[in-house]
Nanobody, 116 residues
């Protein structure tokens, strides 16, 4: 079992920045990839960024150059640094962990609201 707790969401003006954190607990040594997903009202959940156990990253096109995902294995934490935020970034952001054996775990989500 893996438990994920996100924090760092909030209300920010367009052009501002936020940093999301996701702390993992449980059988953390078995985590392969960790990622951030988001779901805006009336839209499907979409991948924002992922990072593998060896630090490889991937981003959805709309956030490239603005967002950065990082992982601190000593703190069992994955971060999402979000810069130059836009109103269209408004969504509930959720952390996901995928174990090497394939199990998938989700956090409860944190709201990010960007005002214009």
């Amino acid at each position: 079992q893996v438990q994920l707790v996100e924090s760092g969401g909030g209300l920010v003006q367009a052009g501002g920045s936020l940093r999301l954190s996701c702390v993992a607990s449980g059988i953390i040594f078995s985590i392969n990839t960790m990622g951030w997903y988001r779901q805006a009202p009336g839209k499907q959940r979409e991948l924002v960024a992922i990072i593998t156990s060896i630090g490889s990253t991937n981003y959805t096109d709309s956030v490239k150059g603005r967002f950065a995902i990082s992982r601190d294995n000593r703190k069992n934490t994955v971060y999402l640094q979000m810069n130059s935020l836009k109103p269209e970034d408004t969504a509930v952001y959720s952390c996901r962990a995928v174990l090497f054996r394939g199990n998938v775990y989700w956090g409860q989500g944190t709201q990010v609201t960007v005002s214009s």
